[in-house]
């Protein structure tokens, strides 16, 4: 959890994928994340994070259903949503919660 916080405690914006390996919705993000990360380059970080491994971090952000996505900024919870979604719209997403061009 330590090492969790440092990294979505910094300017860059983090944007969370909270999966499971069992869950099919979750591998179609893969490829997504993938796009969103070469569309926004270094505007943003983005990790996964197992909810079955990392229990106590799904359940301390309230992770009820994967895939979840989030997006942290200096620690804070900027935006949440779950379900799959399409890079453009993540990434427009993105734009707006962290007033970036």
């Known amino acids: 959890m330590e090492q969790f916080n440092a990294i979505i ?11 499971a390996t069992w869950c099919g919705p979750c591998k179609m993000m893969g490829p997504i994340l993938q796009q969103l990360k070469t569309e926004l380059g270094e505007n ?4 996964k994070i197992d909810v079955d491994k990392n ?3 799904a359940q301390h952000y309230q992770v009820r259903s994967v895939p979840t996505l ?11 949503g779950s379900g799959v979604m399409q890079a453009d719209q993540i990434a427009s997403i993105v734009r707006k919660v962290t007033s970036q061009k």
């Open 9 to 19: 405690s910094g300017n860059t914006p983090v944007l969370v994928d909270f999966f």
């Open 44 to 47: 943003i970080r983005i990790i």
């Open 55 to 57: 229990p106590a971090i």
């Open 70 to 80: 989030k997006i942290f900024q200096n620690g804070q919870v900027k935006w949440s």
